[in-house]
Each structure stands twice: as C-alpha cells, then as structure tokens.
C-alpha cells in the first residue's frame, strides 16, 4: 500500500450554487482493503474463524457486518471485500493468522477509490444510474449491492439511516464514476468534503 | 428482461454477460469420433422457438455463472439455478 496522499476528489462545490448542496461527497482515505475468498467448502469454517478472531462473523448474504477493528463487506458468495484502519501497511498479515488456511486474501488498498455519499438528495441522485430500489422498505443499513452505473462497476452499501451510502470504485474507472456523479447531481448542487482519515 | 440472481435478485439483463446453450456437454477428446463430435459441439447450434436453457455470467454483480430458463419468444423467464449446482463440464 502506498503511503500518503493520494486524493482523487477536490473539495469544493459543482452545480447550483445557491442554497445547501444536494449531495454531500467525501473520499474515504486511509482504508486497508483485501478481498477474500474462501476455498472450496470452507465458508462456514471461514464465517466462524472470522467470528473467533474479529468478533465478527462474514455475511452470508448481500450485507456487511462489522465492529471498530474491521468490517466485511459481501461480495459474492464466498467472497468478501474487507475494510480496515487498524492494518496499515499489511492488511493481509492482518488477516492471515485466523483466515489464510481457509481463504485466498489479496490486498486491494490500492485498486479501488471509497467514497461516501449523503445529503437530502443522494437517492434522487443515484436513481438516475443505479439500478437497485434504495427506499428503506428496500434497502437498508447494512445491505450490500453489486452492481454498476454509466457502465462503471459498483460495491454500495448503506452505512447509517440518514442516509449515508459507501461506494467502492475500481480506482481506474473513477474518473469516468466521477463524472457521472457530478453531472447527476448538478441539479440538487454537489459540495465534495475534506476528506475522511486523511493524514 | 431482468433476471432473478439467486444472490443478488432481480436485476437487468445488462448486468449479465450471455455464453449460450446450457445442455451442452464437452465431449470427450480421447474418443474415435472426437473431431466430429468437437466441430457438432463448437458450431452446431439448435435454434429453439419457445423454453431454452442458457448459461448468463453475473458480472456486473456476485460473478456467478447461472443456469437460466428463457423463452425465446416471449423473454419470461422461468427456473434460475448456479451452474454449480448441476455439475459437469
Ligand atoms: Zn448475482
């Protein structure tokens, strides 16, 4: 993982001027990610070594789960996407003691752009290119999607009620993400914010 | 057309990438008619009005590969099964 700063958002204000911004946009720095794959008939075994280590077992289906030390973030069956500021430097050291017998894990701190969205019109704002119902009778804190918009793969999930979503873009196609976002949120005003864990 | 992911629910087709027929079978290369039975099962292809069973990739989304059953003429969709499940080549 490299070190320092390596912003990929510049805080400030793009679309209507007036009035509060729709969309509140922050990157979220500082985050260790690997994926982890469980071999072949090992997911249950993987779910409760993760239980044993971390205090938190590995979602079985679309959803995240979490504490302070870490958190998994489903990504296919069998497969998490992990998250934590506590591994800086060696996320896979971090996780191999309670998982590397039973999953493959690849550190990918580097490979994707995190951000997260807020404001009174995020899901106006997402409605125009994701393709998932996000009402709360639908989606909620905790649910984990997979899925793209403007042709841009996508790992979203919702981390509070207000609410507040977390995006994870393979960091290549965050630009043209980026884009997308802007040019959609043009109309409610988008305000990006310092960053998150920065420095 | 959208199809019900067993992972992921319903979602559209452009999120799926299509491979074809799902009741092939790879034959066996070692057997006396293998170069036939290679060059029926690479090209020859049915062209069915109506159920068809077919292999879809998730792949914007979980990365599983499904077995699906579509009607060619009308696009419903029936049973969607993981290609794992049924096993074989
Ligand atoms: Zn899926």
Redesign the interface.
């Known amino acids: 993982m490299s070190e320092g700063s390596n912003s990929v958002l510049i805080p400030g204000r793009t679309g209507r001027a007036d009035g509060r911004a729709g969309l509140l946009v922050r990157e979220c720095q500082g985050l260790a990610l690997a994926s982890l794959v469980a071999r072949r008939g090992r997911v249950r075994e993987a779910a409760e070594a993760a239980r044993a280590a971390f205090g938190v077992a590995l979602p079985l289906v679309a959803r995240a789960a979490g504490n302070e030390r870490v958190t998994f973030v489903w990504a296919g069956p069998g497969q998490w996407l992990v998250e934590t500021s506590d591994a800086r430097g060696d996320i896979e050291a971090f996780l191999a003691p309670a998982l590397g017998s039973l999953a493959a894990i690849c550190d990918q701190s580097d490979s994707r752009v995190v951000i997260e969205l807020a404001g009174t019109a995020v899901r106006d704002v997402l409605a125009k290119g994701v393709p998932i119902d996000l009402h709360p009778r639908a989606f909620g804190v905790g649910d984990v999607a997979l899925t793209a918009a403007h042709h841009v793969g996508l790992h979203l999930r919702q981390v509070s009620e207000e609410p507040r979503y977390r995006i994870s873009v393979v960091r290549s196609y965050f630009g043209s993400f980026r884009h997308w976002l802007e040019s959609s949120a043009a109309e409610f005003g988008c305000e990006v914010l310092a960053p998150l864990g920065a420095g | 057309m959208r199809i019900p992911c067993p ?2 629910g319903l ?2 087709h ?2 799926f990438a299509y491979l074809g027929d799902a009741t092939l079978r790879r034959p066996d290369p070692a057997a006396p008619d293998a170069e036939r039975a290679f060059a029926e099962y690479a090209y020859r292809r049915d062209n069915p009005a109506g159920r068809h069973r077919e292999l879809w990739y998730h792949a ?5 590969w499904l077995v699906v059953e579509r009607d060619t003429l009308t696009h419903e969709i029936g049973r969607v099964t993981e290609a794992r499940e049924q096993g074989g080549s």
């Open positions: 992972h992921c979602r559209g452009e999120e914007q989304g979980c990365g599983t």
